[in-house]
T-cell receptor, first 113, second 114 residues
Framework: QQQVKQSPQSLIVQKGGISIINCAYE??????FPWYQQFPGKGPALLIA???DVSEKKEGRFTISFNKSAKQFSLHIMDSQPGDSATYFC????????????WGAGTKLIIKP | NAGVTQTPKFRVLKTGQSMTLLCAQD?????MYWYRQDPGMGLRLIHY???????AKGEVPDGYNVSRLKKQNFLLGLESAAPSQTSVYFC?????????????FGPGTRLTVL
């Protein structure tokens, strides 16, 4: 069964530090790799996504790095802030589907003031 | 726009009871999904729909049924609830595109089965 492996399961970072979360995926027909952010009691919301005709995408303090040969992608949060404390999920397209995602298990990120 | 809404927000059931969760979206999206979220397991797809009148099974469909009689609504039914169905349920919708795009999530329904 296709999987997306996300690590670490939890992460504590000091305010101002760099938070890094990693995901590894299996074969997909489409190159679309999103990260979702979820606050307690809320639904997940898209944070940033990459369609890798490039190896990196940056939006403000958030960057996705993509390594196609290794089938891995990662989320970097620069200058991490307490407001970034949330659970983060990576996802990848399921097989040859152009409308289904398979999800990582999530990373609970805590930013210490 | 309200986006994706879910009813109810919380529910407690006894084993064997039935219930229906309602999802509504006002974005005219073709695709709709029901997920369950359990600690340490991410989001698992229960059922999905690619258009009005169509439904299909996801990863964990057993014990659930769905219907999409109207484009804007996607209903998830539990015919005979079991404690293993205690979870947080999320509905999502997505516009139809040539390639996969952003899924928009509702606020979730927290279900406890005693």
């Amino acid at each position: 069964q296709q999987q997306v492996k996300q690590s670490p399961q939890s992460l504590i970072v000091q305010k101002g530090g760099i938070s890094i979360i990693n995901c590894a995926y299996e074969n997909t027909a489409f190159d679309y790799f999103p990260w979702y952010q979820q606050f307690p009691g809320k639904g997940p919301a898209l944070l940033i996504a990459i369609r890798p005709d490039v190896s990196e995408k940056k939006e403000g303090r958030f960057t996705i790095s993509f390594n196609k040969s290794a089938k891995q992608f990662s989320l970097h949060i620069m200058d991490s802030q307490p407001g970034d404390s949330a659970t983060y999920f990576c996802a990848a397209p399921r097989g040859d589907s152009n409308y289904q995602l398979i999800w990582g298990a999530g990373t609970k990120l805590i930013i210490k003031p | 726009n309200a986006g994706v809404t879910q009813t109810p927000k919380f529910r407690v059931l006894k084993t064997g009871q039935s219930m229906t969760l309602l999802c509504a979206q006002d974005m005219n999206h073709e695709y709709m999904y029901w997920y369950r979220q359990d600690p340490g397991m991410g989001l698992r797809l229960i059922h999905y729909s690619v258009g009005e009148g169509t439904t299909a099974k996801g990863e964990v469909p057993d014990g659930y049924n769905v219907s999409r009689l109207k484009k804007q609504n996607f209903l998830l039914g539990l015919e005979s609830a079991a404690p293993s169905q205690t979870s947080v349920y999320f509905c999502a919708s997505c516009p139809q595109r040539p390639v996969i795009d952003e899924q928009f999530f509702g606020p979730g329904t927290r279900l406890t089965v005693l």
